[in-house]
């Protein structure tokens, strides 16, 4: 009798107990990676779209527009996947470029027991602003000589 309890008997339980909570915790790690780069590419999409609606016309109207192109793409494609989403959108560089900023925290799979962990995304697109010139119109910023006709 005494030399089953010397065996191996349980040890396969106890490095079973022992290792699922670190393969689970690893899963879930790879989970949160996945969502994390998912959200990446979804805000830089929705604010490089955002943008080119914004560039259209260089106006206060198209950088509404294109924040809004930008809030609609968010929500048809992952409507829970970033939470406290901010959409924004402005005129820079003398109005000559369209900004969009599109943020958010993505949603977290597991919780770490004692740590506040969030995983923020801020994307920002910037696209010349479209403007539409006469053919002999020349913009002021430049010394090449004018079309000739």
Known sequence: ????????????TTELVIATPAFLFLIMMIIQGGLYFHAVALASAAAQDGARTAAVGGTDESVAAGKLQAEQMLAELAPTLLQNKSVNGRLVDNREMAEMRVEGDVIRVFVFPGANVSFHVQEIAETAVERFRPADDVPTDTNDPPPTP
């Open 1 to 12: 009798m005494r030399r089953r309890l010397r065996g191996d008997s349980g040890a396969v």
